[in-house]
């Protein structure tokens, strides 16, 4: 048997999920398949996004999805020093929300019905081979094996995405830009403030930072990111080790784990090949600095569906004319990608006494807003380190 699509977009994560929304939104016959039976299930992810990051895509806040809106951030030095930015002290541009994304992500996967996506859960595509006008994928639901034929297929698969590789594309991420991750959801978390997220830096976390997202009460993610070539044991230990430690945590206890990897890498040189696109944290749309990729993922997913709806309607579904997507993608969100990939190599070569120095510093810097950027352009000012190194780029 052989279903006939449009577009075909394989995983239902929020980038997928959207993605699937704008190209049914443009009037593309659209499928979007899923391998696990509960989209959004488990997460992968410290469920942090920006409320202006929401707007930019259209997306009303939901109370279902939100745990928590965020009043400021707690900054801590291996030495304990800590940075308090809270919106008493400072404007919060990119204040936000925590999600519970196994409930987001059907929300995401429920709009993208809405707009007319066809759904299927429980379907794993198990390869796929080129044909004339498109992409023949095997796939298999419940022991049940079928073909799907789509002239475009969105590969929204994640890191370690098998699509990408099946079109001939390299998107694989070498050890060195793919953070090992662990989280734990724990209860009776006793921070200081539980209006704030923290993010712990230096050996705690080799070539990552520890970070504590409250969900409300004494509920927190509690998790790390590593990267394999700057420490020889898992994140699961170092993991273990920060919870033992940290006076936040000590007496917490968890009720769920995940463990995932985050590519911090960039984008890969190629994003799009012959009726053939790639979204999400498959194409590497996350920021590098903090690993953080829903909002980059799902705008990427966005392009991704407007561009396929485009090229359907009109005929074409050629590289070149899916290329308008990897042109956007550079402009919208490559450009910043591409920036704070260099912050993130800079953050790598600083020993724990010189983020305590940095964290010092800023106890006498008078912030004015906080954002990623403006952090960045604040530690320029108290580092001459970091002015010769990031100077040109702020």
């Given amino acids: 048997m052989v279903t006939e699509v449009d577009v075909l977009v394989i995983g239902a994560g929020p980038a997928g999920s959207t993605a699937a929304k704008h190209a049914a939104m443009g009037g593309a016959g659209v499928l979007l398949i899923d391998k696990k039976s509960e989209i959004g299930a488990p ?5 942090g996004v920006s409320v202006g990051g929401l707007e930019s895509l259209g997306i009303e806040p939901n109370p279902r999805w939100i745990t928590k809106k965020l009043d400021g951030v707690r900054l801590v030095s291996p030495n304990g020093t800590d940075v308090w930015l809270t919106s008493d002290k400072v404007e919060l541009p990119e204040a936000g929300y925590i999600l519970e994304r196994k409930v987001f992500d059907k929300h995401m996967a429920m709009d993208a019905a809405r707009a007319g996506s066809e759904i299927m859960v429980k379907t794993l595509a198990t390869g796929m081979e080129k044909t004339g006008d498109g992409y023949l994928v095997s796939a298999e639901c419940m022991g049940r094996e079928f073909e799907i034929k789509a002239r475009i297929v969105i590969a929204a698969d994640g890191p370690e995405s098998r699509v ?31 209006n704030c997220i923290e993010f712990y830096f230096g050996s705690v976390a080799p070539g990552g930072y520890a970070w504590i997202f ?28 920060f919870v033992e430690s940290c006076p936040a945590t000590r007496n917490a206890q ?25 979204v999400g944290d498959a194409a590497g749309q996350v920021n590098p600095l903090t690993g953080g990729g829903i909002i980059s993922g799902m705008t990427g997913g966005m392009l991704a569906g407007r561009v396929a709806a485009a090229a359907v309607s009109e005929g074409d579904v050629s590289k070149k004319r899916l290329s308008e997507y990897e042109r956007l993608c550079r402009e919208e969100i490559g450009k910043e990608i591409d920036r704070y990939l260099k912050v993130k190599d800079y953050m790598l070569t600083l020993s724990d006494s010189e983020l305590d120095s940095i964290a010092e510093a800023f106890q006498d810097v008078e912030f004015e807003k906080v954002s990623t950027t403006e952090l960045v352009k604040k530690l320029i000012k108290v580092s001459p380190k970091a002015l010769i190194k990031l100077g040109k780029l702020f």
């Fill in 43 to 47: 997460k992968r992810c410290a469920e």
């Fill in 164 to 194: 990408a590789r099946w079109a001939g594309l390299n998107t694989a991420t070498r050890p060195k830009d793919m953070e090992s991750a662990a989280q734990f959801e724990m209860v009776g978390v006793e921070m200081e403030d539980n």
């Fill in 214 to 241: 409250p969900k409300g009460d004494d509920i927190a993610n509690v998790g790390l990111g590593v990267l394999s070539t700057e420490t020889d044991k898992s994140a699961y230990e170092h993991l273990v080790e």
């Fill in 254 to 278: 968890p009720v769920e784990l995940n463990i995932g990897g985050d590519p911090v890498g960039g984008m890969p040189k190629e994003l799009v090949a012959d009726s053939l696109m790639v």
